[in-house]
């Protein structure tokens, strides 16, 4: 019995430990708040997303989605909209910027919904910042615009604050010093309503750059002694020191030599007393330097060998932490160790003491839970055979109907290539043959003529019915050559078509290339009977052994929340194809916007 209630335990810490194992960071995330309260499971996801976007993208995006899927259904508009804000981040991170702008449009959308004025200005200022990096200035400046009227009209200084910084810091990056001032001191004034001594001294730090770079030496020297004095009085010796370096290199560059040597001394002074190495050195570079230009070359030498031998020490310094560092975590394990083993011992002498008493209980309440467990493990392990023979009877049916429209497109195929086209090409070989037999005197009735044009136009089409249901560069050359003869041919003056491949350097077995290009078959043909759309983008992107088909139009768009009951056949068909191969597909889509359609598939190299 003993060893029948070892092997148990021991299976239920193995099922355990394999099927967290076997769950991705955002998967165990939403296995974990499965059965909370809704809000809290989506501030839960919400944080893990946010921690994530710069990280991990896909995962944070995987955590977005499930957030605007649980928000629509409970009708928590706000939720989505904060969702569609990291979505955004993570595709700014990305580097897919197109979709970063659709992100953050639609989360100020969403705000807007829900009258949350706050979360669109903390929206505009991501946007803000991703037109400044487009070097779009103008619209990033109006997005700002945009955040520090709402911050300032809800009295939200922080957000007010963030907006006046960026405007500050794209004035200056476009080398509007002057403008850059303004809101400099704007902030200024702000950090003394909210009384912040720091963000003041701050303040008054980044206007001295700006006044510089204006040639303001004077009044940059004078913006650096009052946040010295501020610093001064706050007894914040590491921004004192900095200020006085800083204030010693304006003074050195503008030749006022002497207030320059005083306040590299006092900097040296701080920087020696808070053990401060790395200015320190800094500050004896200066000051050889400075004695250099003095004409006192003792000096220089003396400051430039105590310079050296900072930076030596430091050096040293650096490599002693490191091993201080290592020795110390051995220490601390091994006191760990020692810890835990005594540990281990009292608790092994409580449970032998305690085992005595509660061996009977124990053994019932072990009975139970392994008679519980039995059963339950007997009802999923019958569910998961039910499902798997259902997901097994739906792929083989799913592959028969593919496999039999394969075959009938075949056949109707070489129907139309071996007979109605040869038909149609031997009668316009009569029609030639008869034409060129009439005289030359002899004129040509129109309805002849009209009956060849018939003919040889007839004799195209069924070439390019018989092409489409079964391209030759499919079989011949592969998908890549078929979809380029397909867009080539579907593209023309009314509907521009523009397509990028990514990672498709090899073939995919004909399984998978027949299905991938009927669905872009079926998805193009959609868009020109019903988008009305005069511009289509198409990406086919494989990463490793996932493949990625992105259809986007600029058309008139629909409700994806009616697509089951709007779906046609070709949706349909679509559906069934890309769930063969056990792929997803998704529509994203508004009317008026357009419609995007991603199709995700992963490639198993052994079809």
Not at 368 to 378: E, H, N, P, R, S
Request: neutral net charge; charged residues 25%; contains cysteine.
């Amino acid at each position: 019995m003993k060893h029948f209630i070892k092997i148990i335990f021991a299976l239920c810490i193995l099922l355990t430990a394999r099927y967290v194992c076997a769950q991705s960071l955002a998967d165990s995330i939403i296995k974990i708040h499965a059965a909370s309260v809704d809000t809290i499971k989506l501030n839960a996801y919400l944080k893990a997303a946010s921690s994530l976007h710069n990280k991990d993208a896909k995962n944070a995006i995987k955590l977005c989605k499930e957030v605007i899927t649980l928000a629509e259904h409970n009708k928590l508009v706000r939720y989505a909209a904060e969702a569609n804000l990291i979505i955004g981040l993570a595709h700014y991170f990305t580097g897919e910027h197109q979709l970063t702008l659709r992100d953050y449009l639609q989360s100020i959308a969403l705000f807007e919904k829900c009258k949350d004025e706050i979360g669109k200005a903390r929206v505009h200022n991501e946007l803000g910042n991703f037109y400044g990096k487009q070097k779009k200035y103008t619209e990033a400046e109006a997005s700002f615009i945009v955040a520090r009227d709402i911050a300032k009209k809800y009295t939200r200084d922080d957000v007010y604050a963030t907006a006046i910084n960026n405007l500050g810091s794209l004035a200056q990056t476009q080398g509007n010093h002057t403008k850059a001032l303004l809101y400099f001191t704007e902030a200024i004034v702000l950090y003394e309503k909210l009384k912040d001594s720091i963000g003041i001294s701050y303040g008054l730090d980044y206007r001295s750059i700006s006044l510089s770079a204006l040639g303001k030496n004077a009044e940059a020297i004078t913006q650096q002694i009052q946040a010295l004095a501020i610093r001064t009085r706050l007894k914040d010796s590491n921004a004192m020191a900095v200020s006085l370096i800083n204030l010693a290199e304006i003074e050195f560059q503008t030749l006022r030599i002497d207030d320059a040597e005083q306040h590299m001394l006092q900097c040296l002074e701080i920087s020696e007393k808070i053990n401060y190495k790395d200015l320190s050195a800094y500050t004896c570079k200066m000051l050889a330097a400075l004695y250099a230009k003095k004409g006192n070359a003792t000096q220089a030498y003396a400051y430039h060998v105590k310079y050296a031998q900072l930076n030596e020490e430091i050096f040293n310094a650096n490599n002693r932490k490191q091993i201080d560092e290592l020795q110390t975590k051995y220490e601390s394990e091994k006191k760990i160790q020692q810890i835990k083993l005594l540990q281990a011992q009292q608790k092994l002498k409580a449970e032998q003491t305690a085992k005595q008493r509660n061996i009977f209980i124990g053994f019932i309440l072990l009975l139970g839970v392994c008679f519980l467990g039995i059963i339950q493990y007997q009802k999923r392990k019958k569910q998961h055979e039910l499902d798997t023979v259902l997901i097994a009877e739906k792929i083989a049916t799913n592959r028969a109907i593919i496999e039999a429209e394969e075959k009938e497109r075949l056949r109707i195929a070489r129907d139309l290539h071996d007979g109605v086209a040869q038909t149609m090409v031997a009668a316009k070989m009569q029609l030639e043959s008869f034409i060129e037999n009439l005289s030359a005197t002899d004129e040509q009735p129109d309805t002849l003529k009209n009956a060849y044009a018939l003919v040889q136009d007839a004799a195209s089409e069924v070439r390019a019915v018989s092409h489409s249901m079964i391209p030759n560069a499919l079989l011949k050359s592969g998908l890549v050559a078929a979809v380029r003869d397909f867009v080539h041919r579907m593209g023309n003056e009314k509907l521009k078509i523009n397509l990028q491949i990514v990672g498709l350097n090899q073939r995919l077995s004909i399984e998978y290339e027949t299905v991938i290009f009927r669905v872009l078959q079926e998805l193009i043909n959609n868009i020109i009977k019903h988008a009305n759309a005069n511009e289509i983008g198409i990406q086919f992107i494989r990463e490793d052994h996932e493949f990625t088909m992105i259809i986007e139009d600029n058309g008139t768009g629909f409700d994806t929340t009616k697509l089951n009951e709007q779906s046609g056949v070709g949706v349909k068909n679509s559906m069934a194809r890309v769930s063969y191969l056990k792929g997803q597909i998704h529509f994203d889509s508004q009317k008026g916007h357009g419609t995007t359609v991603i199709v995700e598939i992963p490639i198993d190299d052994t079809l």
